[in-house]
């Protein structure tokens, strides 16, 4: 059997992980993917973690040590029981028996954190939107999904500051895209449908040739889609800029650049060239049509393609 | 770390696997074994196995391939994340986290039914007293401890039959010891203390030396402790029997035996040289002082220890 391809997708806690899993996995169909949140590894339920004063955030809070296994068996290709944590009611259940399809999305804050856990993946993504557009999405998903109210989720924000800071952003730094929605002009009223994307390049895996968009002079500061050079902590970088106001015209020229090297992903450019381009489901069950997330969920898509190229030159991952 | 030593104890239901398990734990100290039944990796409740019709002694009802991938964890010095059976409810809790001590005793019903699975054991015993013993051990702890009447245990003796003879008997191949007590002349209502062992050793693992108890003129046929060669499935064996009703001198000179080729086993034979020898606390509470019982938890030790010395000389078991 040929090994799955392990797409990491990690971020804060409302950063919006699992839209983007969901919208990946609506691509490369639900039933060839294997989707698994590493918030299934807590070492103690809420009411423990109540007790005693840690937030599920904290390492010590995770059987990391568990997950790095379980990764380890998924990449070969092999099942896993794994433990079960009930969000509904916070409890920690019986494990579930999970073989991995031919593609497996690992989503969580803390997919990153050991060196043996990075090195499962074939694609690492982080989720970085701006702090004040978080806070509105996560108020928005645990006062309506929850049953917190917004104080609530405010005064958790705070609690969990230190936390974040310490153990989730530092895992910025192994993604080969960090990938941060954020609203045109700062204005965080803006509707999710017209948010702009910001997708930072690491040449860390073989992304497609973008330089055409700087060639054509359709990447210019004033286009809606822009790719530059920069710099993400300290390490050069590219920078592919998409605003949620680009049309349809420019966002296909785009997806033809992504697609043309990828001759699997001609069905998926095919099926996007309409007017559903970019429509799907957010968590709280709205729903957004964004060629921003419409372009980064087939950015993904073609690296998970492009991996399954590769996988077989790659020698089996050893404990 | 240096890796732990893994004992296999494998049998049916009531085989005496928890008893036994109990005095050797007792012998090499509590606090450094880690033991783990395999019941825990049962895939359906009670209340499922009674719908499917599928009873705890097919491998179908467990999961075999997570049995195995945690045996090789333990093995390689790693922690678990053990799935929970609970006995009292049938039901399936949340898993617990394991971490392996120097020893780790893993006994249950379908240890040794994968290669894999095998290959991670140090020391295999399988136990194997007469069916009619079973029949009467069963019995005793089911209506005792598990709250079943007599009708229903015999009931359920008759139910699992078949896959004792398909899937359980046939593990008595891959075991280095075969253990069985038995009552003299047949008498089933000898009370457990006087009961014999027949100790079936095959050459897969080092034996003690117990030849001096041939030549000795000890071993002859109407000696409480004899030695004889014979066949097991076919294949040749020494078998080494002991009855419930030799002297405590005699048993000392056995204990000689086995603790001059090892001396950190010193201890352990001055202990046992006192009135106490072979005094254990059975599955339903009772207490049992048998110099068989105790002179095969002392044959067990000596192996555990054995292994303790070459296992540095091993490679690592890989996945």
Chains 1, 2 share one sequence.
Not at 7 to 12: A, E, K, N, P, Q
Not at 147 to 165: A, C, H, I, M, N
Not at 251 to 279: A, F, Y
Request: charged share 25%; hydrophobic share 35%; with cysteine.
């Amino acid at each position: 059997m040929d090994r799955p391809i392990i797409l990491g997708i990690v971020g804060d806690s409302a950063a919006g992980k699992t839209t983007l899993t969901k919208g990946i996995a609506q691509v490369l169909g639900p039933e060839n993917v294997t989707v698994i949140c590493t918030d299934d590894y807590h070492r103690y339920d809420r009411k423990q973690r109540a007790e005693i004063g840690i937030t599920a955030l904290h390492p010590d809070c995770n059987y990391l040590d568990i997950m790095q296994q379980q990764l380890l068996q998924l990449r070969n290709g092999l099942p896993i029981l794994k433990p079960v944590y009930n969000h509904a009611t916070g409890n920690l259940d019986a494990p579930q028996y999970i073989k991995p399809n031919k593609f497996v999305i690992i989503e969580g804050l803390l997919g990153y954190s050991t060196r043996k856990a990075r090195q499962c993946y074939d694609v690492k993504v982080y989720l970085a939107p701006p702090e004040s557009l978080r806070a509105k999405w996560k108020v928005k998903r645990d006062t309506q999904k929850r049953g917190y109210t917004e104080e609530q989720v405010l005064s958790q924000l705070q609690k969990r500051e230190p936390d974040s800071e310490q153990f989730i952003r530092p895992q910025r730094q192994w993604s080969d895209i960090v990938i941060s929605f954020y609203p045109p002009n700062d204005d965080s009223e803006q509707s999710n449908g017209h948010l702009n994307v910001r997708l930072i390049l690491r040449p860390t895996i073989p992304h497609p040739d973008f330089i055409e968009i700087v060639n054509s002079g359709n990447g210019n500061s004033m286009s809606a889609i822009r790719l530059d050079l920069d710099r993400d902590m300290g390490k050069p970088v590219d920078v592919l800029e998409v605003d949620g106001h680009a049309t349809l015209e420019q966002v296909n020229r785009l997806e033809q650049i992504i697609c043309s090297d990828m001759p699997h992903l001609k069905n998926v450019c095919d099926r996007q060239s309409n007017p559903d381009l970019g429509k799907v489901a957010g968590t709280t069950g709205e729903s957004i049509q964004s060629y921003p997330l419409a372009l980064t969920q087939l950015l993904i898509t073609y690296h998970m393609l492009k991996a399954t190229q590769t996988s077989q030159e790659g020698l089996q991952v050893k404990v």
